[in-house]
């Protein structure tokens, strides 16, 4: 062969290498990210920060209080941008000046804001009903003849149900906007009970559990379904073991023809959990709650260092054989319960209590992180009623500390079949996330035979991808990506963020940056952002 004819195979070579080298290059890893999209908006000293509301394929809502007044009243400021992160419409809400915002909901179309009318009317209510298309569609003003102290709320159907307590006994109050009237839901009012969950349902019904708190004989815990109008189709009542205390929980919606609740026990009058529980809802058939250590889990305990870890595993073998209870508890809230064709998906995360005394699990009506009293609190007014899938509205000055500061150590996804069993856990350690109160830090979302996890750290995108079938992980960070070239993130207001699963794939994050870029004009800016988030 001549020296030519070798020569040009050698480069035909070189370039096939260099074509493979850059092929594999542009191969994604197990845990990257696509930032496709991100929404900016110019913050000003004096702007209150915006609250992000999700809904789902139908876009996001933003809205804030705004210092501007018109007649009177106070103007809110209420944005709508579709999935791609494109600004629709907005929305300008007169607002009375002493109605304060307590809770929010949404429901096929259309968005719902809860406000309390003021300090001398406090059981007083004014529901506004919002389109998606960002038009006001009517206000309902709502007069409970109780001293009720309001803790749930969600719509069902085209009703609307309040829960929460009068005299501490718990009730359930629907509101029927045709007719404007009031009813109360018959069969409560029971003293030493707790209402821990009240849910809407796929098919327009809504449950509630209740768990009985008296110290006192045969304790249970009380499932009942009723239609919108508060007629029950159901109820399921099930013995609490004796030296237990269930201190969470949530139900599943009727998207699987099956029920379950899920949430974390502990012993009596525990401020911290043993595991989590499970139980199946069978009026037809006697139901026993299945208890589950968090010894006993595989990852758990992983926010822990090894060796503790692997102790902790250990005394939940030698206490479960010998039939006690292991020592180990954390503070654990349970976030979200999903449902999918094999079953359910349970989100949870780990926290500490910053001021350990503000935390009382023993006492339903001032431990619940949903509930507050009508009445003075750290944070100014922080009223969470809740909506359909446990979303408070935090409303006080920014940046202020309270009581309820907390310290998130770890997000959990537990995945439970159709009966509640879980089937396996997966965690994802948290790097020292505090907030001024209890609230969600972390999401997951599983797509196939992954499972995607995802928790922001000021501008830095954290994300564990677990193969289901083989358990192998890996973890990244990536930065939050900015919207034009030349921008550096200076700093970033590391408690006015966060990250929620949108729908799908897709996450959306949010937040507050201050930006430099020396290629524009306004070298230096503060901008409210959202960045949309897919995993692949």
Known sequence: MSTAACLCRLKKLWIL???????????PSEAQLLQPYRYEREQKNSDDYFHVISLEESGLALFRERDKFKNSNRIWELVFIDSTLKEKSSLELEIKERHKMIGYETAKNNLYFLFRTGETNRNNLELIDISY???????????PDLDFRLTHFIKAGENFVFGGYVSNESVLVIYEPQAKSLKVVPGFFQKDTELVDLRANENETFNCVLVNRTSRGERKMTFRTFDETGKQLLEDAIPIDEDISLQTGLTSTLEREDLIIAGT?????????????????????????????????????????????ERIKENSKEANAEGRQPGFTSYVMPFRIIENKNGYFLLAEVY???????????????????????????WGYYYPAMSRMYRPYMYGPPNTRSANETKTLETVVLALDEHGNIKWDQSLKLDDI??????????FVV???????LYKKESDLVVKSVVLNSDAATEQTEK???????????????????????FGKSFYVWGYQTLRNTTKENRVRD????NRVDPY
């Open 17 to 27: 290498v260099a074509v493979t080298l850059l092929c594999i290059s542009w191969i």
């Open 133 to 143: 298309q960002g038009k006001e569609v009517g206000r309902h003003l709502i007069k």
């Open 265 to 309: 026990y502990g012993e009596k009058n525990a401020k911290q959990s043993n595991g989590f529980y499970t139980v199946s809802i069978d009026p037809f058939d006697d139901q026993k709650i299945r208890y589950v250590d968090f010894g006993r889990l595989n990852n758990f305990v992983n926010f822990l260092n090894e060796k503790r870890a």
């Open 352 to 378: 500490n209590p910053v001021n350990s005394n503000a935390m009382n699990t023993t006492n339903p009506y001032y431990y619940n992180p949903y509930y507050s009293p009508f009445g003075y609190n750290p």
């Open 434 to 443: 505090r907030m001024p109160s209890l609230q969600q830090i972390g999401d």
């Open 447 to 453: 797509r196939d035979d992954k499972l995607y996890m």
């Open 480 to 502: 939050v990506r900015t919207l034009h070239e030349g921008d550096i993130i200076r700093s970033e207001k590391e408690t006015e963020s966060g990250v929620r699963h949108w």
């Open 527 to 530: 901008v409210f952002y959202i």
